[in-house]
């Protein structure tokens, strides 16, 4: 299902604000969670290392080999300076949930799908399709986002129908800094980076809901700040 998130947002927000409410909306009966075992991994778990010094795990699901953690760069890979957000202005949610980045930070000059942007010598930003083949690889996008995200209630709020953490891979409710100036969505939910930009005016995204065991397409506002996960080459 897609998500027409940069068409909505304004509305959204203007609602949000005034009554307070989240852009993640609890369905009124969550999905039960998918009782199905998962054989996910192949090959070797190992790490990478950025340029700030940064260690990452990382892991093999099917034939892709994925970050098992945000990246925490301030620096891109040529050496310069790159902007980014902590939730709150809060460097602690940074060390917890990785930094946030715009379209334009992320891919740090770079245009369309397979750029490096400020990921890791040997690594990339993933285009829509590549999480779209991890989602499948996970049993399709009505279980995938309970397996994506870190296990238990630590982070995700209460009402998550048993995250899992199958996957290894350990998504956090990182929430978002939004084009309004506003943090929003910590512990609710998350928005996935791709390198997909089909128009200037929004980027592609896939978002994870913390009351819901799947995960659907959106388009996002390129000004929005949001986490980021390397695949590598």
């Not at 009505?142 to 870190?150: F, I, N, T």
């Not at 630590?154 to 009402?159: K, T, V």
């Not at 129908?161 to 891979?169: C, L, R, T, V």
Request: hydrophobic share 35%; charged share 20%.
């Amino acid at each position: 299902m897609r998500s027409t998130i940069h068409y909505l947002i304004p509305l959204v927000l203007i609602i949000a604000l005034a009554s307070g409410c989240s852009i993640f909306e609890s369905p009124s009966q969550p999905e039960e969670p998918s009782t199905q075992p998962a054989e996910l991994i192949r090959g070797e778990t190992g790490a990478v290392t950025d340029i700030d010094g940064n260690s990452y795990p990382t892991l093999q699901i099917g034939e892709q080999v994925w970050m098992g953690a945000n990246l925490m760069a301030i620096h891109g890979p040529d050496g310069e300076s790159i902007d980014y957000f902590c939730y709150n202005e809060d460097e602690s949610n940074c060390q917890i949930y990785g930094r946030l980045y715009t379209l334009e930070a992320a891919l740090n000059g770079e245009s369309g799908e397979g750029s490096q942007g400020i990921c890791p010598d040997g690594w990339h930003i993933p285009s829509m399709g590549e999480w779209e083949i991890l989602i499948n690889e996970l049993g399709g996008s009505a279980v995938a986002g309970r397996k994506l995200k870190e296990a238990g209630d630590e982070h995700w709020i209460s009402a998550s129908p048993g995250a899992g953490g199958e996957s290894g891979m350990d998504i956090l409710p990182s929430g978002w800094f939004d084009f309004t100036m506003e943090y929003r969505g910590l512990g609710e939910g998350c928005f996935l980076r791709s390198s997909s930009a089909p128009d200037p005016s929004y980027a592609s995204i896939w978002m994870l809901e913390s009351a819901s065991a799947g995960i659907d397409q959106g388009d996002l506002h390129p000004d929005d700040a949001i986490p980021l996960r390397c695949i590598k080459d």
